[in-house]
């Protein structure tokens, strides 16, 4: 029986649903509804049951009669791993894919989506089984001019569909049976079950649905991908991410060949991991050394530009900061700064000016993290606040020390978490001549690092000290 649509409300922002027009939203957004039919709920054959797999197995009439299982009687197995043969991906998704798990992998078009999906695709059809691709951007044709690029040879149990309506796609899974399924991307599905055009909200948390209703039901890990907007947000509901089991997001400068992937939610793993891929003639291929790619530019650097260090997931990542200043034109005097937050730079500002006496009321002040890194924690600040001292000063820090510290609005130094490993890393790459760092961690290490002189500071003065007495 088709059952008749009904009016609803939804808000784009956040996805609530109302049955009459609002102006403002209950997330706060004003004008944010758009109409849309919904179909009223069918329990015999609900879409939006998230059902487990033991649960799926009861059959339809276990819905009625569900009940609770004791935690302590769970078992581990549902938690299998494929290994996609991309060692970066599978240590950002904590060591390869989940089954049954529903991942979104979102980032700005043309930044390799596609392409490392594929290169997923072919390695676990080589190894694991049936994969199904579903794509509803691109044609059969041109897929397979990527794959040819980036695959090598393609295993025959590698199937494309190029299709964009979800019902379908769900019998194409009843055919292949496939063990990983990818949906390149959400914005293009659509339901017939709604009138509304695909990319629309309700279309999109319709799709989601039902993808997870498949990738939970049969066990299969699904891979969603989907588009940003220009700001970087996830174009269509934010619900879909609450949805899913991870989110990942791929991103980097286009105009370089380095590729960032970083978890921003992960139900089976940390999500401070990153993983880091180069773009070449066939390909993303993994960088494991990532002190080296993004170390690259220091060598010949001059004023602005410093030598810093994080510490992402399990791995220190040594890197490049870069700052300039000039004097401003009339009016407001700009901040831009890439990779760092605008509000970070503008308290670093503001400490160096109240408590270093460097005023840059008049000046412009770009910031620069080399190679499109967007580091989360502090442990950059000292790094950014010497190069943007090394520019204005016009004196060179030099390529070969290391800055490390976050700086408080005191103007003291904090110590910075996992210190010891970042200094090991830059002892072992052997290109570095000392580490300016917080008091604390330097007295924490002293004698522990051979070869690799340490300099304390406990406040913003004393670390400008220390370089101007190196000059
Ligand atoms: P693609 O995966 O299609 O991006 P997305 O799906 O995120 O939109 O990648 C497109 C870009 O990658 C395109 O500009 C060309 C470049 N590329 C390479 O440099 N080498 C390659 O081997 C491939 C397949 C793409
Ligand atoms: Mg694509």
Not at 46 to 59: K, L, M, W
Not at 324 to 336: D, E, V
Request: charged share 20%; with cysteine.
């Amino acid at each position: 029986m088709v059952k008749k649509a009904q009016s609803v409300f939804v808000c784009q922002e956040c996805g609530f649903e109302s049955p009459k027009w609002m102006g403002q939203c209950i997330c706060g957004a004003w004008n944010s509804f758009i109409e849309e039919k919904s179909l009223p709920p069918n329990l015999e054959n609900d879409a939006r049951r998230r059902i487990a797999p033991s649960v799926a197995s009861a059959g339809a009439g276990a819905f009625a009669s569900a009940s609770p299982v004791k935690l302590s009687e769970v078992g581990h197995g549902a938690y299998e791993r494929l290994d996609t043969g991309l060692s970066e991906l599978d240590r950002v998704l904590g060591g390869g894919l989940v089954k049954g798990s529903l991942t979104l992998i979102s980032g700005e078009p043309g930044i390799g989506k596609s392409t490392i999906i594929i290169e997923a695709a072919a390695n676990i059809a080589r190894t694991s089984g049936n994969v199904l691709y579903v794509s509803g951007e691109e044609s059969e044709e041109q897929i397979k001019l990527r794959a040819d690029r980036v695959c090598g040879e393609i295993p025959d149990s590698l199937y494309l569909l190029a299709e964009t309506n979800i019902e379908l796609v769900t019998s194409a899974v009843a055919k292949t049976n496939p063990i990983f399924l990818v949906i390149d991307s959400i914005q293009t599905m659509y339901s017939e079950k709604l009138e509304s055009a695909p990319g629309n909200i309700s279309q999109v948390r319709a799709c989601a649905d039902e993808l997870m209703r498949l990738g939970k039901a049969n066990g299969i890990p699904v891979f969603i991908v989907a588009h940003v907007t220009k700001s970087g947000d996830l174009a269509g509901p934010k619900i879909i991410e609450h949805l899913v089991d991870c989110v990942l997001q791929f991103h980097g400068e286009r105009s370089q060949d380095l590729r960032i992937l970083r978890a921003h939610k992960n139900r089976f793993g940390a999500t401070s991991e990153i993983g880091v891929f180069e773009m070449g003639e066939s390909g993303l291929h993994p960088v494991e050394n990532l002190s080296d790619s993004f170390l690259e530019g220091v060598n010949g650097a001059g004023e602005g530009a410093v030598a810093s260090a994080i510490y992402e997931g399990t791995r220190p990542l040594l890197l490049e900061i870069q700052a300039l200043t000039a004097p401003a034109n009339i009016g407001f005097a700009r901040r831009s700064a890439i990779g760092v937050e605008a509000a970070r730079l503008n308290m670093i500002l503001a400490v160096l000016e109240r408590r270093a006496g460097i005023s840059l009321i008049n000046q412009d002040v770009y910031v620069n993290v080399v190679g499109g890194l967007k580091p989360e924690g502090t442990s950059l600040d000292l790094a950014v606040a010497l190069a943007i001292y090394s520019s204005y000063k016009g004196v060179p820090i030099g390529v070969k020390t290391i800055v490390i510290g976050e700086i408080s609005l005191t103007g003291d130094l904090r110590s910075v978490r996992n210190a010891e490993r970042i200094v090991r890393e830059a002892a072992r790459l052997g290109n570095f001549d000392r580490v300016i760092l917080p008091k604390k961690n330097a007295e924490a290490l002293s004698g522990l690092i051979e070869g690799l002189p340490l300099i304390g500071a406990s406040c913003l003065n004393d670390a400008i000290q220390s370089i101007i007495t190196l000059l």
